[in-house]
């Protein structure tokens, strides 16, 4: 059921590309994407009376549209996200593929999100500065972390007179991943409420604008005009442009599998 990967790569590729540098992408590509899945299996059905592979493209597929719009409508992801992720299992409709998908889609996912706040924190010349800022203020609740993991550690070793664990490498690095991990989540908090909110004037509006009070669909442009005929500012917010983590996982899978065993 992977003979649709390619071309759900180089579609899902020009998606995330789009998404990149304009944050929206436009309706045609899912439902080219979602077409050319549905139509290719059905002509496998229509060619060798084995219907499987187009019941999986259309269960499948919609079963992840469906979570994807939840999201969505939960104000978590754009539409653009939910649409295609379902359309690549709409074309690659194997739920082994799937599950390994998943499991790679989070930790890329979390890879993804961290480089691209870095990126967009270094930016803005003040980022260093509300950062430490929330460091000094916060420290006691970002060491509490990295506590509450070692005390964790010492007393499961202590219940069961093991200590092998606690003094190896790995515990080490364990702590390590987890303190930064802590930092890190501070780090994000900052460029969340610095860098992805903003109060701008009407005049600045531009379609593809996301309004703070809306769930994440872009302003058209009527909807531009009336904005600046009642108001003279707005806060619009910026969300992490998420789509090339599709593309991205799925190169990922289609090379290395689940990497979650790997690591």
Known sequence: MLELLLPALLTSSVAGLWDLKTTEVPDEIPAVMIFSGIFFWFAV???TGNAEPLMASLGLGSAVLLAGLVLYRKGQWGAADAWIFA?????????????????????VSVAYMAVYSVVL???????LGLFAGDLR?????VAAIPAAFVAVVMALSLSVSDFSFAASPSFLFILA???FMAVFWRYGVVVEKHMFRKRVSTKDLKPGDVLESSIWVGLTKNEVRKLRAGKKYVTVKEGVRFVPVF???LAVTAFFGALLPLL
């Open 87 to 107: 359309s690549i299992f709409y074309m690659i409709p194997s739920v082994g593929f799937f599950a390994s998908y998943t499991i790679n889609f989070f930790l």
């Open 137 to 141: 203020r916060r420290w006691k609740y």
């Open 247 to 249: 593309p991205i996982t």
């Open 45 to 47: 059905a229509i060619s």
């Open 121 to 127: 924190g270094f930016r803005h010349r003040n980022t």
């Open 177 to 179: 991943l987890v303190s």
